[in-house]
Structure formats: structure tokens, C-alpha cells
């Protein structure tokens, strides 16, 4: 169905964005790209890619509704990835947050209602979900604002889901849980504990007691595509995830096996959430989705790791090893 569909991604400089998007470019669509504008024209992760070529490059900001208009205008599906997404950044700009993923996601959704846009996907997080009152977590779990960042993921989710129901939008709120591989910036526990695992004597982290659900990229992508594949998706809330839960603790020592080290682990403060925003636990019931789409994660942690140990070792210089990155 993406042959010479006419499809644009925000967000796509990004790590799960231009994944993404090199994807959809595979399958034949005409991907057009929303960057953020800065002087020295950046693209991001596809700034290498070798499907560049392939993309319509299209600069503008998210926050701004002119330049959202402009890029959505002929688009027959959107992606929205484009947000802003650390966590303890949330707790010293949450103005930023509040102007970049709900007004952001509003601009959007106007965009796409004025130009008759016929799907639009918009990408939440399990973060919404808060720590777990029950797991697997299925989409009829409450949503409990645990940190900034959080709360303007649940707004604009719901501000996505009143299109649906006020104006007919045909939105989907597509809630990936914990993605990694290549290109994750070391913002996030596996490339920080890679890193660090491969240059240093030994490894900082904050929490070790916290359980994600680890979905390998590739997998997160195909279901997005999964979902903005299916017309019974249309006005639903729908995991994606792994379904499997795995303490930070776990993932460190599979990690350190992985590469054939052992390094000391020292708790870093700095690294440490504040403690009534501290998420204990997530892990998705994705049985929606498989449901609608057959739509299955595939690729093992252990494989998944194994592919993003390799590619951090051979692109060492994209990451500040050593230090916090916020």
C-alpha cells in the first residue's frame, strides 16, 4: 500500500524517526521529512543515510503552525514523532515541553483537519502509563503524570484523541515502550551503559531496580507501520511492546556478558530521578495490536543488544563518553 503514497514524518532527524523513515522510503513511499530548522541545516541520523536521495527535505518547527501547514499540505499519511523526549530536562524547561509536544501536536492535528490528511499517526509513550498498577499493561491502564515530560505526552494524547471524536480525525495514538538500538543517543540507559561498558573501567548509573520493556527498533518501526496500515486502528490507543520486563540490573549483566567485561556499577546522584517520579515498572500487553495487524515483536534482546553493542563500537565518536547527558 506505500507504493507512491504520499507520507510525511516529523520527528525524522531522530532515532526512531529515521528509522522511519528510511523504512517507508524501502517500501516505495514518497517520504517527505520535517526537520527542525537550525542554520546549519541539519538532518539529523539521516544526514548520512544512504537513502537520502530518496527523501523530500522539508525544514520548518513544529511549534510553528505556518510551517506545520506547509510541510502536511498533499500528505496522505503522517507520522508524528517530533517531541521533545529526556525526562530530567522536563524537570528544568517544562515550558519547552508544553510549546514542542502539545502545541506541536495541536499545529498538527489543525494542519492535518484543514488539509483532509486521510491517516495520522501520533506517537505517545509507555511513560504515560506511570509505574504499573498491573502488569502486562494494556491501554485501558490509567495514565498518572509522573514527570513533565509525561504529562504533555498525556495531553497530547488526548488532545489527538478529541479530533477523533469532535471532527472525525482519522488519528491513531500509537504508545511505544522502551525502543533501542543504533542511533539512540546516550540519553538513554542502554547506550549509556554500552558506552561506558566499552571505554571505561567502570559504569555510573542511576536506578538498577526500575523494569522496562526493551523493544528493538526495527520492531517498534514495523508496528508503526503495522498500524498505519490498518482502518480498524483508526481512533484507538494502541501498545507497542515487547512484552517482556527486564530490570535494569539484568540488562547491565547481560549487557557486560555481551561484551566480555565486568565493570563495577556505581550509583551516580546526579542520574537518580526524584523519587515520587521515579517509574518502577512497564511492560505492554500488546494484544490489541496483534490482534488487528498480527503485528509480533521479533528480535530477541539478546540479538537486539548484540546489534546495538556493534553498532556503538563502531560509532563511538557520535556519543560524550563519560558524562551525563540530560
Known amino acids: 500500500m506505500w507504493k507512491n503514497r504520499r507520507v510525511l514524518v516529523t520527528g525524522a532527524g531522530g532515532f526512531i524517526g529515521s528509522h522511519l523513515a528510511e523504512r517507508l522510503a524501502q517500501l516505495g513511499a514518497q517520504t517527505r521529512c520535517l526537520f527542525r530548522y537550525t542554520s546549519q541545516g541539519s538532518m539529523g541520523w539521516l544526514s548520512g543515510s544512504s537513502l537520502?536521495?530518496?527523501?523530500?527535505?522539508?525544514?520548518?518547527?513544529?511549534?510553528?503552525?505556518?510551517?506545520?501547514?506547509?510541510?502536511?499540505?498533499?500528505?496522505?499519511?503522517?507520522?508524528?514523532?517530533?517531541?521533545?523526549?529526556?525526562?530530567?530536562?522536563?524537570?528544568?524547561s517544562p515550558r519547552s515541553y508544553i510549546?514542542?509536544?502539545?502545541?506541536?501536536?495541536?499545529?498538527?492535528?489543525?494542519?492535518?483537519?484543514?488539509?483532509?490528511?486521510?491517516?495520522?499517526?501520533?506517537t505517545s509513550t509507555s511513560e504515560v502509563y506511570g509505574s504499573a498498577l498491573?502488569?502486562?499493561?494494556?491501554e485501558n491502564h490509567r495514565l498518572l503524570a509522573q514527570s513533565p515530560y509525561?504529562?504533555?505526552?498525556?495531553?497530547?494524547?488526548?488532545?489527538?484523541?478529541?479530533?477523533?471524536?469532535?471532527?472525525?480525525?482519522?488519528?491513531?495514538?500509537?504508545r511505544p515502550f522502551n525502543s533501542y538500538g543504533p542511533r539512540?543517543?546516550?540519553?538513554?540507559?542502554i547506550p549509556t551503559i554500552i558506552t561506558q561498558a566499552l571505554t571505561q573501567s567502570s559504569v555510573k548509573l542511576g536506578s538498577q531496580h526500575t523494569t522496562r520493556d526493551?523493544?528493538?527498533?526495527?520492531?517498534?518501526?514495523?508496528?508503526?507501520?503495522?498500524?498505519?496500515?490498518?482502518?480498524?486502528?483508526?481512533g484507538k490507543t494502541?501498545?507497542?511492546?515487547?512484552?517482556?520486563?527486564?530490570?535494569i540490573r539484568e540488562l547491565t549483566e547481560l549487557i557486560f556478558g555481551l561484551i566480555?567485561?565486568?565493570?563495577?556499577?556505581?550509583?551516580?546522584?546526579?542520574?537518580?530521578?526524584?523519587?515520587?517520579?521515579?517509574?518502577d515498572r512497564l511492560c505492554a500487553d500488546s494484544l490489541l495490536l496483534t490482534q488487528l495487524t498480527r503485528w509480533r515483536s521479533k528480535v530477541s534482546l539478546q540479538e537486539g543488544l548484540a546489534q546495538t553493542i556493534e553498532w556503538i563500537a563502531q560509532n563511538l565518536g557520535a556519543f560524550q563518553i563519560g558524562s551525563y547527558t540530560i
Not at 158 to 173: M, Q, W
Not at 238 to 247: A, D, M, P, R, V
Request: some cysteine; glycine content about 6%.
Open 238 to 247: 494502541l501498545n507497542i511492546g515487547s512484552g517482556t520486563e527486564t530490570s
Open 150 to 174: 509525561s504529562a504533555t505526552k498525556i495531553a497530547a494524547d488526548k488532545i489527538a484523541e478529541s479530533y477523533h471524536f469532535s471532527f472525525g480525525l482519522p488519528v491513531t495514538i500509537a
Open 134 to 138: 498491573y502488569v502486562p499493561i494494556d
Open 184 to 189: 539512540q543517543s546516550s540519553r538513554a540507559v
Open 99 to 122: 510549546q514542542t509536544n502539545i502545541d506541536g501536536t495541536l499545529n498538527l492535528l489543525e494542519a492535518a483537519r484543514r488539509h483532509g490528511t486521510q491517516r495520522i499517526l501520533c
Open 260 to 279: 566480555g567485561a565486568k565493570c563495577p556499577v556505581d550509583v551516580e546522584e546526579i542520574r537518580l530521578r526524584p523519587e515520587a517520579s521515579e517509574v
Open 52 to 92: 537520502r536521495s530518496e527523501f523530500e527535505i522539508v525544514y520548518g518547527d513544529i511549534r510553528d503552525y505556518e510551517s506545520v501547514a506547509q510541510a502536511t499540505k498533499n500528505a496522505d499519511v503522517i507520522f508524528h514523532l517530533a517531541a521533545l523526549i529526556g525526562i530530567p530536562y522536563s524537570y528544568q
Open 214 to 234: 526493551f523493544n528493538f527498533v526495527s520492531d517498534t518501526v514495523e508496528g508503526l507501520i503495522a498500524i498505519a496500515e490498518a482502518p480498524a486502528a483508526i
